[in-house]
Protein backbone atom coordinates (compact mmCIF):
# COMPACT_ATOMS: atom_id res chain seq x y z
CA UNK A 1 0.00 0.00 0.00
CA UNK A 2 1.43 3.69 -1.05
CA UNK A 3 0.36 6.91 -0.03
CA UNK A 4 2.15 10.22 -1.25
CA UNK A 5 2.17 13.38 1.14
CA UNK A 6 1.07 15.57 -1.42
CA UNK A 7 1.14 18.95 0.78
CA UNK A 8 -0.47 21.48 -1.20
CA UNK A 9 -0.40 23.82 1.48
CA UNK A 10 1.55 23.75 4.25
CA UNK A 11 -0.09 23.14 7.55
CA UNK A 12 1.48 26.35 9.10
CA UNK A 13 -0.20 29.67 8.76
CA UNK A 14 0.45 30.59 5.26
CA UNK A 15 0.26 34.32 4.41
CA UNK A 16 0.04 35.28 0.82
CA UNK A 17 -0.04 39.34 -0.09
CA UNK A 18 -1.58 40.11 -3.62
CA UNK A 19 -2.29 43.26 -4.71
CA UNK A 20 -4.92 44.14 -6.92
CA UNK A 21 -5.67 47.36 -8.65
CA UNK A 22 -9.28 49.06 -8.30
CA UNK A 23 -11.70 49.79 -5.29
CA UNK A 24 -10.66 49.04 -1.65
CA UNK A 25 -8.59 49.10 0.35
CA UNK A 26 -9.87 45.51 1.17
CA UNK A 27 -8.91 42.20 2.98
CA UNK A 28 -9.66 38.94 1.34
CA UNK A 29 -9.31 36.00 3.68
CA UNK A 30 -9.51 32.73 2.28
CA UNK A 31 -9.59 29.57 4.46
CA UNK A 32 -7.81 26.73 3.11
CA UNK A 33 -7.35 22.75 4.33
CA UNK A 34 -4.09 21.64 3.76
CA UNK A 35 -5.18 19.96 0.46
CA UNK A 36 -5.63 23.10 -1.21
CA UNK A 37 -9.34 23.11 -0.82
CA UNK A 38 -11.61 25.96 0.47
CA UNK A 39 -13.34 25.84 3.52
CA UNK A 40 -16.99 27.05 4.36
CA UNK A 41 -18.36 28.11 7.27
CA UNK A 42 -15.83 29.39 8.89
CA UNK A 43 -15.39 31.80 11.21
CA UNK A 44 -13.26 34.74 10.47
CA UNK A 45 -12.18 37.59 13.02
CA UNK A 46 -9.85 40.03 12.13
CA UNK A 47 -8.80 42.74 14.91
CA UNK A 48 -10.01 46.16 14.72
CA UNK A 49 -13.11 44.70 13.56
CA UNK A 50 -16.19 43.77 15.26
CA UNK A 51 -17.63 41.65 13.36
CA UNK A 52 -17.41 37.82 12.99
CA UNK A 53 -17.90 36.61 9.51
CA UNK A 54 -18.26 33.11 7.78
CA UNK A 55 -16.37 32.08 4.81
CA UNK A 56 -18.95 31.45 1.68
CA UNK A 57 -18.59 28.16 -0.57
CA UNK A 58 -15.57 29.39 -2.11
CA UNK A 59 -13.34 29.71 1.64
CA UNK A 60 -13.61 33.61 1.52
CA UNK A 61 -14.50 36.56 3.33
CA UNK A 62 -13.89 40.27 2.52
CA UNK A 63 -14.00 43.13 4.81
CA UNK A 64 -13.35 47.17 3.88
CA UNK A 65 -10.42 48.62 5.95
CA UNK A 66 -7.96 51.06 6.24
CA UNK A 67 -4.38 50.59 6.15
CA UNK A 68 -2.75 48.96 8.79
CA UNK A 69 -1.58 45.79 10.89
CA UNK A 70 -4.27 42.70 11.29
CA UNK A 71 -4.37 39.52 13.55
CA UNK A 72 -6.85 37.34 11.63
CA UNK A 73 -8.50 34.15 13.55
CA UNK A 74 -9.92 31.87 11.94
CA UNK A 75 -11.79 28.55 13.88
CA UNK A 76 -14.46 26.31 13.17
CA UNK A 77 -15.85 23.14 15.08
CA UNK A 78 -13.55 19.73 14.97
CA UNK A 79 -11.38 21.82 12.92
CA UNK A 80 -7.72 22.83 13.83
CA UNK A 81 -7.75 26.74 14.34
CA UNK A 82 -5.20 29.07 13.07
CA UNK A 83 -3.84 32.60 13.98
CA UNK A 84 -2.29 34.57 11.07
CA UNK A 85 -0.80 38.13 10.65
CA UNK A 86 -1.37 40.19 7.46
CA UNK A 87 -0.20 43.97 6.64
CA UNK A 88 -2.29 46.44 4.15
CA UNK A 89 -0.05 48.79 3.06
CA UNK A 90 -1.95 50.39 0.29
CA UNK A 91 -5.30 52.53 0.44
CA UNK A 92 -6.21 51.14 -3.19
CA UNK A 93 -6.90 47.76 -4.51
CA UNK A 94 -7.06 44.73 -1.87
CA UNK A 95 -5.38 42.51 0.13
CA UNK A 96 -5.85 38.62 -0.11
CA UNK A 97 -4.63 36.66 2.83
CA UNK A 98 -4.67 32.46 2.62
CA UNK A 99 -5.05 30.67 6.25
CA UNK A 100 -4.99 26.30 6.23
CA UNK A 101 -7.07 25.12 8.99
CA UNK A 102 -7.26 21.30 9.04
CA UNK A 103 -10.01 18.97 10.43
CA UNK A 104 -9.09 17.56 13.99
CA UNK A 105 -7.23 13.89 13.09
CA UNK A 106 -9.97 10.91 13.46
CA UNK A 107 -8.82 9.48 16.26
CA UNK A 108 -5.12 8.88 18.81
CA UNK A 109 -2.23 8.89 17.41
CA UNK A 110 -0.06 9.90 14.34
CA UNK A 111 -1.18 10.68 11.06
CA UNK A 112 0.32 11.91 7.54
CA UNK A 113 -0.75 14.41 5.56
CA UNK A 114 -1.98 11.77 2.48
CA UNK A 115 -3.09 12.79 -0.90
CA UNK A 116 -6.77 13.53 0.28
CA UNK A 117 -6.80 12.84 3.69
CA UNK A 118 -4.70 11.50 6.69
CA UNK A 119 -3.66 8.97 6.80
CA UNK A 120 -2.51 7.40 10.15
CA UNK A 121 0.94 5.56 10.95
CA UNK A 122 0.13 2.14 12.94
CA UNK A 123 2.23 0.96 16.39
CA UNK A 124 4.93 -2.10 16.06
CA UNK A 125 6.05 -3.97 18.59
CA UNK A 126 9.66 -3.16 19.63
CA UNK A 127 11.45 -6.21 19.84
CA UNK A 128 14.96 -6.72 22.54
CA UNK A 129 17.69 -9.05 21.95
CA UNK A 130 21.08 -9.37 23.55
CA UNK A 131 21.93 -9.48 27.05
CA UNK A 132 22.44 -6.40 29.55
CA UNK A 133 26.22 -6.21 28.75
CA UNK A 134 25.22 -4.85 25.47
CA UNK A 135 21.87 -5.55 23.68
CA UNK A 136 19.93 -4.58 20.31
CA UNK A 137 16.28 -2.97 20.66
CA UNK A 138 14.08 -2.36 17.38
CA UNK A 139 11.37 -3.56 15.01
CA UNK A 140 10.91 -6.81 13.05
CA UNK A 141 8.51 -5.30 10.89
CA UNK A 142 8.55 -1.74 9.52
CA UNK A 143 4.60 -1.88 7.85
CA UNK A 144 3.65 -0.98 4.12
CA UNK A 145 3.53 2.97 4.48
CA UNK A 146 4.95 5.01 2.03
CA UNK A 147 5.89 8.74 1.91
CA UNK A 148 6.92 10.68 -1.21
CA UNK A 149 7.66 13.95 0.04
CA UNK A 150 6.87 16.75 -3.26
CA UNK A 151 9.57 19.87 -3.31
CA UNK A 152 11.04 21.06 -0.74
CA UNK A 153 8.66 20.79 1.89
CA UNK A 154 9.24 19.97 5.66
CA UNK A 155 8.08 16.83 6.36
CA UNK A 156 4.65 16.97 8.77
CA UNK A 157 2.82 14.91 10.91
CA UNK A 158 -0.07 15.37 13.22
CA UNK A 159 -0.14 14.39 16.93
CA UNK A 160 -3.70 13.94 18.65
CA UNK A 161 -3.92 12.71 21.85
CA UNK A 162 -5.75 13.60 25.35
CA UNK A 163 -2.35 13.98 27.02
CA UNK A 164 -1.54 17.25 28.71
CA UNK A 165 1.48 19.35 27.60
CA UNK A 166 3.24 18.12 30.36
CA UNK A 167 2.92 14.34 30.17
CA UNK A 168 3.73 14.79 26.44
CA UNK A 169 7.34 16.40 27.35
CA UNK A 170 7.37 13.15 29.48
CA UNK A 171 7.20 10.79 27.17
CA UNK A 172 10.05 12.69 25.01
CA UNK A 173 8.30 11.63 21.55
CA UNK A 174 11.31 11.21 18.98
CA UNK A 175 11.85 10.62 15.64
CA UNK A 176 14.77 7.82 14.19
CA UNK A 177 16.42 6.84 10.84
CA UNK A 178 16.30 3.30 11.03
CA UNK A 179 18.78 0.80 9.85
CA UNK A 180 18.43 -3.52 9.13
CA UNK A 181 20.68 -4.94 11.21
CA UNK A 182 20.65 -8.92 10.12
CA UNK A 183 23.08 -10.19 12.33
CA UNK A 184 25.57 -8.28 15.57
CA UNK A 185 27.67 -9.53 18.36
CA UNK A 186 26.54 -9.58 21.78
CA UNK A 187 28.48 -10.43 25.00
CA UNK A 188 27.83 -13.16 27.25
CA UNK A 189 30.19 -14.92 30.36
CA UNK A 190 31.93 -16.51 27.38
CA UNK A 191 32.63 -13.75 25.52
CA UNK A 192 31.23 -12.21 21.80
CA UNK A 193 28.56 -14.41 20.22
CA UNK A 194 27.23 -13.60 16.62
CA UNK A 195 23.45 -14.33 16.81
CA UNK A 196 21.09 -13.27 13.97
CA UNK A 197 18.99 -9.98 15.41
CA UNK A 198 17.14 -8.88 11.68
CA UNK A 199 15.50 -5.81 13.41
CA UNK A 200 15.20 -2.64 11.88
CA UNK A 201 17.48 -0.69 14.31
CA UNK A 202 18.08 3.33 14.87
CA UNK A 203 20.96 4.69 13.02
CA UNK A 204 20.02 8.55 14.02
CA UNK A 205 17.49 10.39 15.66
CA UNK A 206 16.19 13.00 13.50
CA UNK A 207 15.91 17.19 14.68
CA UNK A 208 12.19 17.21 15.47
CA UNK A 209 10.15 20.89 16.00
CA UNK A 210 7.08 20.37 18.12
CA UNK A 211 4.88 23.33 17.44
CA UNK A 212 1.04 22.97 19.77
CA UNK A 213 -2.07 23.46 17.62
CA UNK A 214 -5.19 23.27 20.15
CA UNK A 215 -5.78 21.08 22.56
CA UNK A 216 -4.24 17.52 22.49
CA UNK A 217 -2.98 18.41 18.72
CA UNK A 218 0.13 19.36 17.79
CA UNK A 219 2.34 19.55 14.52
CA UNK A 220 5.78 17.44 14.20
CA UNK A 221 7.67 18.56 11.71
CA UNK A 222 11.58 17.86 10.33
CA UNK A 223 13.44 18.98 7.60
CA UNK A 224 13.02 17.35 4.12
CA UNK A 225 13.55 13.62 4.95
CA UNK A 226 16.29 11.45 2.39
CA UNK A 227 15.04 8.50 1.33
CA UNK A 228 15.14 5.35 3.87
CA UNK A 229 13.12 3.99 7.18
CA UNK A 230 11.85 6.25 10.05
CA UNK A 231 9.86 5.56 12.84
CA UNK A 232 8.63 7.43 15.99
CA UNK A 233 9.34 6.52 19.49
CA UNK A 234 9.07 7.65 22.85
CA UNK A 235 10.66 6.88 26.50
CA UNK A 236 14.14 6.11 24.82
CA UNK A 237 12.93 2.59 23.93
CA UNK A 238 15.18 2.88 21.07
CA UNK A 239 18.11 3.62 23.01
CA UNK A 240 20.15 0.72 25.35
CA UNK A 241 18.71 -0.33 28.39
CA UNK A 242 18.48 -3.37 30.98
CA UNK A 243 15.53 -6.15 30.44
CA UNK A 244 14.16 -4.92 33.78
CA UNK A 245 14.33 -1.14 32.33
CA UNK A 246 12.83 -2.40 28.86
CA UNK A 247 10.02 -4.71 30.48
CA UNK A 248 9.18 -1.59 33.35
CA UNK A 249 7.14 0.17 30.29
CA UNK A 250 3.42 -1.77 29.54
CA UNK A 251 3.72 -3.54 26.72
CA UNK A 252 1.06 -1.47 25.05
CA UNK A 253 3.99 1.16 24.79
CA UNK A 254 6.54 -0.82 23.79
CA UNK A 255 5.87 0.50 20.12
CA UNK A 256 7.15 2.93 17.15
CA UNK A 257 5.63 3.85 14.72
CA UNK A 258 7.37 3.44 11.37
CA UNK A 259 6.95 4.74 7.73
CA UNK A 260 9.16 4.50 4.75
CA UNK A 261 9.86 7.85 2.64
CA UNK A 262 10.64 7.30 -1.54
Known amino acids: M ?3 TAHPTALIPLILALQACGGGPELITEVVDPWGNPVSGVQVSISGTEKTLKTSGKGQVSVPLEAGSFRIKATKDEWIGQNAMTKVESTDGSVTTQITIAPQPPGKGYFLLGEDDYVPLRGEPIV ?3 TDLRNFQGLRKIGDIEVELEDDRPFQVVFHSDLRRDQLGRL ?3 LHEL ?3 DEAQVLTVEGE ?14 DLDKQHLSGGTWLFSAEKL ?3 TYAFVTDDLF ?10 HPKQA ?8 E
Open 2 to 4: RFI
Open 128 to 130: RMG
Open 172 to 174: NIE
Open 179 to 181: TYQ
Open 193 to 206: QDVDLNLWVSSKQI
Open 226 to 228: QPG
Open 239 to 248: EDMTQVSFES
Open 254 to 261: RKAYPFVV
